[in-house]
């Protein structure tokens, strides 16, 4: 099993950037493929990037590319998504998790099973 602590959320104006951390309990953290989900008021739960077991390959959703980051520290049990040039588009609560996978693999969002409190982002404008 693993617990899944997300911190630096905030409110940051548009085009700044947010350092979002995600902190896992175990020692199974390289067993996990991670990933950044997010919800806005109103709407459904979406995928935002997410990261193998062993870091090597990364998705992102189309309106993130080139904008966000997603990195894992398997050493220290840590998932890291830096979100720069922030629009009106990205304010949501940011919800790390972690699904088991093979090595090298990406889950489809549905094979997520352990979840974050989440933490909220809140964009300026």
């Known amino acids: 099993q693993v617990q899944l602590v997300e911190s630096g959320g905030g409110l940051v104006q548009a085009g700044g950037s947010l350092r979002l951390s995600c902190a896992a309990s175990?020692?199974?953290?390289?067993?996990?493929?991670m990933g950044w989900f997010r919800q806005a008021p109103g709407k459904e739960r979406e995928f935002v990037t997410g990261?193998?077991?062993?870091?090597?390959?990364?998705k992102y959703a189309d309106s993130v590319k080139g904008r966000f980051t997603i990195s894992r520290d398997n050493a220290k049990n840590t998932v890291v998504l830096q979100m720069n040039s922030l629009n009106p588009e990205d304010p949501a609560i940011y919800y790390c998790?972690?699904?088991?996978?093979?090595?090298?693999?990406?889950?489809?969002?549905?094979?997520?099973?352990?979840w974050g409190q989440g933490t909220q982002v809140i964009v300026s404008s």
């Open positions: 998790a972690a699904g088991q996978t093979s090595y090298g693999r990406i889950p489809t969002p549905d094979e997520y099973t352990y």
């Open positions: 175990g020692r199974t953290f390289s067993s996990y493929a």
């Open positions: 990261i193998s077991r062993g870091g090597q390959n990364t």
